[in-house]
C-alpha cells in the first residue's frame, strides 16, 4: 500500500511513542568532505536533520556519528538545546552503514518504548521534509519505508519524462523508514559492514509492508556532481 506526500496532504497528528537513530557517521569519501557540514540555510546539514527530528516529538533521538570535531561539536551544542537527542561517536565509520545502525540500536536497550516503534534516518536527504515524517509515524504495518526512485531516473522525473518517472524500473524502498523495535533487535545480529536493512526488509510479506512515496528523497548527496547540482537548485548552500 502505497501514499503520496505533497503539499496539501493533511496534517497528521504527531506521536511521541518512538525513538529516532539518526544515521551519521559516513565518510563521504565519494564526495570528498564531510556532508554533515554542508549547510543548508545557514545551518550544517546534521542541525538541519536533528531539528526535522525533533519536530516528530521522540522520546529520544539517537545520533551515530564519526570521531571529527566539527560534527561532535555540532551534536553538543544541539543536545544541550534539545535533551532528547543522545550522541554516539562510531570509532569504526569504515565499517559501513549496519555498524552505525548496529550501535544505534545498542543505544536504545535503556529507552522504553510503549508501541515499539523507531524512526530510522539518514543526514543527507536533503529535501526530507516534516509531513513525509509525519506520513510515516502514520504507518500501522510491522514496516513503513520510503519509496523513491534513484538519482537517474530522478533527473528524467524532473524533466517531466513521465514514461520514465511511472516507471517501477529503479525504484528504491529504503530511509526514512519506521520498524518495529521487536524485528530491529531481532536483526540487529546481522547487521554487517553496508549489509543493511534493505535485504531484510526485501524478505517480509507484502503485509507486514507498507510504503510512502516521495521523489523528492532520491536526492541525497554522495558526489560532487550531485552537490553541484543541488547548490545549482537552491537546496543548498553553494560554498564560499
Known sequence: MSSCINDAAPHIQKTSAHAIIVLASGLSQRLGQAKQLLNK?????????????????????????????????????LAAQYPIIQMVVNPQPETGMAHSLYLGIEALTDVSLPDERVLIMGVDQILLDE?????????????????????????????????????????????????NDGLLRQWQSALTGDKGLRHLIRAL???????????QLSY?????????????KGWLDKQL
Open 41 to 77: 540555510n545557514g545551518d550544517a546539514l546534521i542541525e538541519v536533520m536533528l531539528k526535522l527530528a525533533v519536530t516528530t516529538q521522540p522520546r529520544v533521538i539517537i545520533v551515530i556519528v564519526p570521531d571529527y570535531n566539527a560534527i561532535t561539536d555540532a551534536v553538543a551544542d
Open 131 to 179: 509531513s513525509h515524517l509525519t506520513a510515516l509515524l502514520a504507518g500501522s504495518q510491522v514496516v513503513v519505508a520510503s519509496e523513491y526512485h534513484s538519482w537517474t531516473y530522478a533527473d528524467k522525473m524532473y524533466l517531466d519524462d513521465h514514461s520514465v518517472a511511472n516507471s517501477s524500473a529503479k525504484r528504491i524502498i529504503g530511509l526514512p523508514l519506521i520498524i
Open 205 to 215: 510479506p507484502p503485509s507486514k509492508i507498507s510504503t510512502v512515496t516521495n521523489d
Open 220 to 232: 541525497d548527496i554522495d558526489t560532487p556532481e550531485q552537490l553541484a547540482y543541488a547548490q545549482q
